[in-house]
């Protein structure tokens, strides 16, 4: 139902979701498929982010061909990776080996996150229940009688008003849904923020680890065929100090660390080709309230250690849609309801969380403040025993507690 006025609109639907990141676009995907109505905000006009992550874990692939839709998926272009390694002063420490993993795609895929973002807007397309609003952005959630019942948002034509039984927060990190839900945030901290940018990449250069280790630095760099994505690891809130030892200071550790990018790191000549992507590691201590929930980034920031926020928040969605589809098939989804998700989600993102703390303490924050960075045991026993790369395999390609599809298509 939709009644229009000269500058406001107003929709009525099942389930309203705000933001069109991975949790999102697989949770409003979901429900379509099984005849919810649903409307998922984004205030982007497209998913062109830069700074997405771009791993399609072997959870999520295994999702996909439970979905059926797997083989499709695979032809868009994308890079298999199937063990991970990381260079260390030099030398190269094989980290996980995704080989043994129980699960049909035994790599991550890594594609732009805005392919694997328009693939499920494509897919929801096809069910008439789904509806995506793009340069939708929501500004404050209605509440009566105690409960949440929509949200209001802006479009470039005015301002938009979604009535809903539920409300799904999956607008990452910075979510304005909860804190206008007034959700408590549990924060913490982070020593680190990343510098992100693009270096030209001569598409010859082959097999190269992903993270790189040396003299007290630290970088990620995601092959993307013609450029590499770079993450330069700096202490939180040191870019400014950073820039005034000025860009060529900058070129020179990125041809330290990896000396294979060569010149064509001199075309990042310009501070305007770096943004600065702040870190944060928080959880909500409850992520409902009646009428509205949290997943995703929104109910936990992950940090981008071990690569696994995405996987999360897909996880997230699909215990979502696994809990709430038979109430939201029906009409309003009870409290009782919404704290089963947080019950079933919540151990895993603990699980992981902890994990990325451990790492931030003990190996990055330590390998930007003190040369040696990882104790040469620990090498050693990643190069010599194969065993030892299974369990940071399965915590990164499946993770703690993997969902799987259990709604039917309606
Ligand atoms: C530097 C960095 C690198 C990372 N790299 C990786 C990686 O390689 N692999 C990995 O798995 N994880 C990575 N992560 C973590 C990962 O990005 C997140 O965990 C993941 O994106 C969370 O997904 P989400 O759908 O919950 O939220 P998001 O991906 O943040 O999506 C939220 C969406 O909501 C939209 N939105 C926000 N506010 C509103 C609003 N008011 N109205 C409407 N729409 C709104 C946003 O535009 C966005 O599209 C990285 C994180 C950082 C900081």
Known sequence: MSTASQSQETITTRCCVVGGGPAGMMLGF???????????????????????????????????????????????????????????????????????????CKFIAFMPQWDFLNFLAAKGKQYPTFRLHLQTEATDLMEEKGAIVGVQATTPTGKLIIRADLVVGTDGRNSLVRQKAGLSVQDFGVPIDVLWMRIPKDPAIGEMSLGYFKSGKFMVLIDRHDYFQCGYIIPKGQFDSIKQRGIAALQADIRELAPFVGDQVNELNSWDQVSLLTVKVDRLRQWYKPGLLCIGDAAHAMSPAGGVGVNMAIQDAVATANLLTGSLQEGPVGVQQLASVQRRRQWPVRVIQAGQIAVHKRLINASITQPAVVPPYIIWLFRHVPLIRRLPAYLIGIGPRPEHIRTTVN
């Open 30 to 104: 979901l429900l379509a498929r099984s005849g919810v109505e649903v409307v998922v905000l984004e205030k982007h006009r497209d998913f062109l982010r830069d700074f997405r992550g771009d791993t399609i874990h072997p959870s999520t692939l295994e999702l996909l061909a439970e979905l059926g839709l797997l083989t499709e998926f695979l032809q868009l272009p994308h890079q298999e990776l199937r063990a991970v390694q990381a260079t260390v002063n030099g030398q190269t420490v094989p980290i996980a080996d995704f080989a043994h993993l129980p699960t049909q």
